[in-house]
Nanobody, 127 residues
Framework: HVQLVESGGGSVQAGGSLRLSCEADGYTYSSYSMGWFRQAPGKEREAVAGIDSDGITTYSDSVKGRFTISVDGRNILNLQMNNLKPEDTAMYYC???????????????????????WGQGTQVTVS
């Protein structure tokens, strides 16, 4: 069983930066397909960024050019967020696809129902 734990959230002023991390407890990422999602109060969950085992990344239009998703070592997924805007305020969740096969980065964002494992979330507030 994979447990994902997010960290790095906080409060920043507009234009600032934050780096979110998602560590897999008891598991090292091998054939991975992972992503970041966010949900603001009263809004639907939104896909943010995805990455697959080939290192291919994809981003939502709202964060493209400002956010960078990466995998560090074998068990830490990161999201570097620069030039943050108030509309980026949300709870951010990391998610991992099936352990037995990989999804493409695009599939990670387009079919979140295919992601088996989710973290508890970390709050990002931009003012």
């Amino acid at each position: 069983h994979v447990q994902l734990v997010e960290s790095g959230g906080g409060s920043v002023q507009a234009g600032g930066s934050l780096r979110l991390s998602c560590e897999a407890d008891g598991y090292t990422y091998s054939s991975y397909s992972m992503g970041w999602f966010r949900q603001a109060p009263g809004k639907e969950r939104e896909a943010v960024a995805g990455i697959d085992s080939d290192g291919i990344t994809t981003y939502s239009d709202s964060v493209k050019g400002r956010f960078t998703i990466s995998v560090d070592g074998r068990n830490i997924l990161n999201l570097q967020m620069n030039n943050l805007k108030p509309e980026d305020t949300a709870m951010y969740y990391c998610a991992h696809g099936p352990l037995t096969y990989g999804l493409t980065a695009i599939q990670v964002l387009s079919t979140p129902s295919s992601l088996n494992y989710w973290g508890q979330g970390t709050q990002v507030t931009v003012s």
